[in-house]
Each structure stands twice: as structure tokens, then as C-alpha cells.
């Protein structure tokens, strides 16, 4: 049975003093729950691995169900009454439905094989190596649930779900269910949209201008919208452009950079990592959250040999939710023409 080297076994057992240390518990090797204030810095921590949950809101909320965070403001507010004559009246301009959210158990588990800890020991800066590793995985598995998420199932199976379909009911579900209107998935063609010459659109600028306008026309020109861009369709747009400037070295280098289009159909656009290659979704990034409940974190750290390997376990309440629905339109199964 594999084991930790001496310099493995006795920086890990530096690690678990250091882990029971921050926590302020007596040993991090039994299941704890970690104060809020706590919980909060390890959520900023786990939301400074990826540059799109900075973008976006991590919400610490008390309850596991209960009103959105930030419920946005659907029409003008903005007006005058004749108070001779009226008295005058507050505008009731939210949303009336999907104003509620509810969280649900998430465990990120990750396990550190030995050889890994082992070649880790010898770094001064171990320890965080160590829960840069944790909070990184945890991170990117945040942002893959959030697009790809469908049902949140008792027992999940990531044999059978390998994007953690199972796990929660991320951003895009969501749309679907709640707002299928806003979701566009065919054209011409069941079952996909075409991209391309003789397709339903001829280029990437018409497919983000029409998706735009499926979000709410008093939200549209709020000037903060942006076009999340799925990688395919982004590789395939950036192809014909080194087919056309490729030979000019100026220009093929302007290309690598992404500087020759910043914007499609008038929005800012960005690729996210583990956002599903063959779609485009506009809305703003405050309208996207992930609400966990702050006095719901538990954490444990063990050394377990049966598996050659530490095992950080991690657990608390989450949800995603959208801010406003009438912010946000999707346009999915994007076929490209091939010419």
C-alpha cells in the first residue's frame, strides 16, 4: 500500500494544523462547520480562481429558500403627478413571478493523490498550493454546473453525467423551463439552428443581434448587456478571418490578440470557459448568481491510505439563479455550414 514520504506525511500534518488553525477548530481531520465570516473568505477565495465568477454574484444568503438578492427594476420609474388634483404613486415595476430561489445539498469532494502531495512537499508555499488546488476544481465545477445543470438528483452519477447535469438546475435550465420564449433551438431545420451560408444566419453578428432581441425591450438598451459566445462558433468566425489576414503577420498577430472584433451584433462578447460550445447567450453579468447559505459550509480533511490519497471534503447549500428573467435569451444547437 503506497504511502506519504516522510517530508509528504509531515507537511500534510502541517497542513491539518494550519486548516484547524484558520477554521478555528481543534482538528481538521473531523467534520466541522465553518463560521460565516469564514465561509465567506473561502468563497472570495474560491471565486478569484476564475475570472468569470468575479464578473458575477456569490450571494452568502441565511435561508434555503426564500426572495432574490437583487431583484431588478422592469420598466420606467420616472414620471410626474399633478399633486393638486392625485396623490402620487410608487411604481411597482419588478417582476411579479420567479422572485424566489431555493438551495440545494452540493458536495465538492476532491481527492489529492500522494504522489501529488509528494512532490508538492518540497515548496515552501505547500499549504497554498494545496487549497489552490481544492478551490480551483470547486470553482470551475461552479461554472460548468451553472451552464450545463438540468436536475438536482439525490444521488448523482458522474458516469452518466459528466457535466454534472445532475448536480443542480443551473442558468440555462432554468431559462428554458421558466422563459422558453427567450430560448431559441431551431430553425429552418428541427432541432438546430444553422450557421453559415444558406443558414438560418449568415454570420455570427445576425445570430447575436436576433438573440438580443428576445430579451425584454425595455431591458435591451440598458447598456450592460454582453454576448457569451460558445467556443466552436467563436474558432469558426476567427478561421475565416486568418483565411483572409492570416498571411499578413500584423494581422494574424491581431487575431491571436482577439482585437480584430471586440463586439457581435453591437454587444461586448467573451468566451467562458465550460460554457456549451455551440450556443450564445446575452444578458448582463450582475444577472447571473450563485447563492450558497453562509452558516451551511462543512468541511473535513483526512489522510486515506485504502486510496493512496488526501481527501478534502466539502460541503454546503447552493443554487443559481437568475436576477431578472426577462434579462437573459439563449440561442442553442448551433450548427455550422459546412461550405
Known sequence: ???????????????????AESYGVKRASKMFAVEASVAQELNDAITAKADFLERINIIPVSEIKGEKVFIGVNGPVTGRTNTKTADRQAKDASALENTTYELVDTQSDVGLPYAKIDAWAKFPDFQDRYSAAVQKRIAQDRIVIGFHGKTAAPQTDLDANPKLQDVNKGWLQQLREDAPQQV????????????????????????????????????????????IIGSDLLAADKAKLYTKQGD???????????????????????????????????????????????TSWRKQTVDNPKRSRVEDYNSRNEGYV??????????????????
Open 248 to 294: 499578413t503577420p500584423t494581422e494574424k498577430e491581431r487575431i491571436e490578440n482577439a482585437q480584430v472584433i471586440a463586439t457581435y451584433g453591437g454587444l461586448p462578447a467573451f468566451s467562458v470557459p465550460n460554457f456549451p460550445v455551440n450556443a450564445v447567450l446575452v444578458t448582463s453579468w450582475d444577472n447571473l448568481s450563485i447563492y450558497y447559505q453562509d
Open 322 to 339: 437568475i436576477e431578472q428573467m426577462e434579462k437573459i435569451a439563449l440561442t442553442e444547437n448551433v450548427e455550422l455550414v459546412v461550405a
Open 184 to 227: 431559441l433551438k431551431e430553425g429552418k431545420n428541427a432541432g438546430m439552428i444553422t450557421l453559415g451560408a444558406g443558414g438560418d444566419y449568415a454570420n455570427l453578428d445576425a445570430l447575436v443581434h436576433d438573440t438580443k432581441q428576445m430579451v425584454d425591450e425595455i431591458l435591451r438598451e440598458d447598456g450592460d448587456l454582453v454576448a
Open 1 to 19: 500500500m503506497a504511502q506519504l514520504s516522510a517530508k509528504g506525511e509531515k507537511k500534510y500534518a502541517e497542513l491539518q494544523d494550519a486548516i
